[in-house]
């Protein structure tokens, strides 16, 4: 088990451009989650899914957010035409079913820099 | 709906105790602790279930008091390793779903030798 796993571990864009991240969950984990940390401040929910099905996105996602998890595995998490507000953490994290009690353990974080 | 967390910040020294609060307006089913240190991944504490249970490991433990809307974390005995900041995420609060977190803002805690 080699925990959730996040790539790039850094990225600087310019405004304006495409980037997209990924996040391999822990193998069995059947829940991925995807959350923004901005300096100062505790994760906020973006989204998430159950396998390969997205069962909830904020309000904070703009229509420039978007994410997938093709068969249930790894997930990408796309940002179109980058703002500079979207510089922040992006934080991916898996648990093994969305029960109450069910541990969600996170990845390292991609730090998106837009400038 | 996000959870507030007291103190904001505390600074200890090794041996010293401290707690911390986690609060929502809400009915809380589950409260999940972290901590994180500067530029790493929040690293899992544990999980409180509605019921007003207590658990612990180590010199960390932490409470759920359903009446107070309230979870409190200790720290016994303080070490350097315990520096970090500590934040609680609610889950299933006011119909939400389980599984998906709401983060208070953190509470810094700072451990000097």
């Known amino acids: 088990d080699t925990g959730v796993s996040q790539n790039p571990r850094h990225k600087i864009t310019k405004r304006g451009q495409n980037v997209t991240f990924r996040c391999d969950p822990i193998?069995?984990?059947?829940?991925l989650y995807w959350y923004r940390q901005t300096l100062g401040q505790g994760p906020e929910f973006l989204t998430y899914?159950?396998?390969?099905?997205?069962?909830?996105k904020s309000r904070l996602l703009s229509d420039r957010f978007s994410a997938e998890r093709p068969k249930g595995s790894f997930s990408t998490l796309e940002i179109q035409r980058t703002e500079q507000g979207d510089s922040a953490m992006y934080l991916c994290?898996?648990?093994?079913?969305?029960?109450?009690?069910?541990?969600?353990?996170f990845g390292q974080g991609t730090r998106l820099t837009v400038v | 709906q996000q959870p507030v967390q007291s103190p904001q910040a505390v600074i200890l020294r090794e041996g010293e105790d401290a707690v911390i609060n986690c609060s929502s307006s809400?009915?809380?089913?589950?409260v999940h602790w972290y901590r994180q240190k500067h530029g790493e991944a929040p690293i899992f504490l544990m999980i409180?279930?509605?019921?007003?249970e207590q658990k612990g490991h180590d010199k960390i433990s932490a409470s759920f008091n359903e009446k107070k809307q309230q979870s409190s974390l200790y720290l016994t005995a303080s070490q350097l390793s315990y520096s970090g900041t500590y934040f609680c995420?609610?889950?299933?609060?006011?119909?939400?779903?389980?599984?998906?977190?709401?983060f208070g803002q953190g509470t810094i805690l700072t451990v000097h030798p």
């Open positions: 994290a898996s648990s093994l079913s969305g029960g109450p009690e069910s541990e969600a353990f």
């Open positions: 193998s069995e984990h059947n829940r």
């Open positions: 899914f159950q396998n390969e099905a997205q069962l909830e």
């Open positions: 809400k009915a809380l089913y589950s």
């Open positions: 409180l279930l509605k019921g007003g």
């Open positions: 995420g609610i889950s299933g609060a006011g119909g939400t779903s389980y599984g998906k977190l709401t």
